[in-house]
């Protein structure tokens, strides 16, 4: 009688088990270390923007929230997860936090559907965000000292795992000018402005993630390679480089267009286009006619506001190129086929009856670039055996920078094409999600390509 009572007994001195508050540390490391970053974490094998910031957020709500209500502790994790987000795409496409929350307000304008990239991210972040509502109903109200330290170490133990697996491509992220960073841009590095004698048109065409190879032979020789032509040197001077670039594409208009580092913002603010000094209104003063042309929407970054400002003194967009004849092509930046472009620059300066500065912003190369959509973008295996083997995105956009700059190269070698100076600069490294193929392109500086007329030069 007295074994079967003292069995028990010993069987629990020797199997504890865990104490109510230890299971409600782990409760809670489930939910704000582990739920609340493995997305991210699982991008550490491709590549991905360091987190310490939302890894630490995370954490530090989660501790405070942990004695509330569970709708309390959900919001709050719902808080956590959206910021964990934004943070992760403004360090993908290189903006500051402000800039892609202003950014938002044109969501409506671009298809993600249209990527399954999106879409797979989209069903993730739904399921985790279902995942913690359920795992909330547990007690995660710890207390013991032991167990706060231990949550501490987890956290910080994160934030070192993310550091490591990051280290070396930390430039490839958060690219925002430093104060007092000395400015250079293709326009100045070439002295495209300074050939603006009336004597020939000026046409700067702004290339939709024009990335510089970095230590890949095969993107290096496609590079401009259709320009390496006779017909293209029996007519103009070719000359190549690079330039720093920082943040994205609105910072790269800034950056060629107004001479500057920054972003639109500050155009949105004056209605005086003479104090800010950009390019098209110094030419609109030396009787240049100023055109600009984009194959998206006006409204996207509010171009149709600011182009104006800067001395653009007409503006295409998409609808008024598939107007003129452009076919449509998708992604999740749908908008006009940047291949038939070149043949409407190409005849407005035909027309004109004054020498012309032409702008013109590409669009289908924004990633990620998909198959199908009219991109002619399936079957790379054209363009690069070796890319459409190891790198099939970047095949895909070889294969659009490839129809275009055959397109380009049509109209400005022809006979009837007027005297013009041509100059093609990226806007920014292609920001691939993964960093196998993000780690084939400078971090710092994207590429140029000067077409310089041969002829008369500029006097003085």
């Known amino acids: 009688m007295n074994k079967s009572i003292e069995a028990p007994v010993e069987a629990r001195r020797f199997n504890p088990g865990f104490s109510p508050d230890f299971k409600s540390f782990m409760n809670w490391a489930l939910v704000w270390v582990i739920l609340a970053n493995i997305p991210f974490i699982a991008m550490w094998m491709v590549g991905a923007p360091p987190r310490t910031i939302p890894i630490a957020l995370a954490g530090l ?4 929230v942990k004695r509330m209500s569970r709708v309390i502790q959900w919001l709050a994790f719902v808080g956590v997860m959206v910021f964990s987000l934004l943070s992760f795409v403004s360090g993908l496409f290189s903006l500051t936090l402000d800039s892609l929350l202003y950014s938002l307000q ?20 739904l399921g985790i965000l279902i995942g913690s509502w359920f795992l909330l109903k547990r007690d995660t109200n710890f207390s013991k000292p032991l167990h706060i330290l231990l949550g501490g170490a987890m956290i910080f133990g994160l934030v070192g795992a993310d550091a490591a697996v990051g280290e070396g491509m930390r430039g490839h992220y958060f690219r925002v000018a430093p104060v007092g960073t000395a400015f250079e841009s293709a326009v100045s590095k070439t002295g495209f402005a300074a050939r603006a004698d009336g004597k020939r048109h000026l046409v700067l065409i702004m290339v939709e993630s024009l990335g510089l190879p970095k230590n ?14 006779d017909a293209v ?19 790269g208009e800034m950056r060629e267009l107004c001479g500057r580092w920054g972003d639109y913002y500050e155009l949105l603010e004056t209605d005086d286009p003479a104090k800010l000094n950009c390019l098209p209104a110094q030419l609109a003063k030396k009787g240049y006619a100023t055109r600009a042309v984009h194959s998206f929407n006006g ?12 001395g653009f003194q007409t503006r295409a967009f998409a609808a008024d190129l598939e107007k003129r004849g452009a076919e449509w092509c ?15 620059l190409a005849e407005d300066l035909k027309r004109a009856k004054q020498p012309t500065f032409q702008y013109w912003l590409t669009l289908n190369t924004h990633l990620p670039v998909p198959t199908e959509q009219n991109l002619n973008a399936e079957n790379c295996e054209k363009v690069s055996v070796e890319l459409a083997s190891n790198y099939p995105m970047i095949c895909r956009q070889f294969s659009i920078f490839d129809d275009i700059d055959r397109a380009l190269i049509a109209e400005i070698t022809a006979s009837d094409f007027p005297e013009a100076d041509i100059l093609l600069v990226g806007d920014h490294m292609p920001p691939f999600f993964d960093r196998h193929h993000r780690s084939q392109f400078d971090p710092e500086r ?6 310089k007329a041969k002829g008369s030069q500029p006097e003085g």
């Not at 040197?233 to 609105?250: D, F, H, I, P, W």
């Open 330 to 344: 998708g992604g999740v930046f749908a908008g006009a086929c940047d291949r038939q472009v070149p043949k409407m």
């Open 299 to 310: 409204p996207f970054f509010k171009r149709a506001t600011w182009y104006p400002k800067i």
């Open 446 to 451: 994207v590429p140029w390509l000067y077409l």
């Open 106 to 125: 044109f969501f409506a304008e671009i298809k993600p559907s249209n990527s399954m990239e999106y879409i797979a991210a989209a069903v993730v972040m």
């Open 233 to 251: 040197k029996a007519r103009y001077e070719v000359s190549q480089g690079s330039s720093l670039y920082y943040n994205s594409t609105t910072a």
């Open 216 to 229: 890949n032979q095969a993107m290096s020789d496609k590079l401009f390679a259709y320009y390496n032509d």
């Open 61 to 64: 709500v989660g501790l405070i």
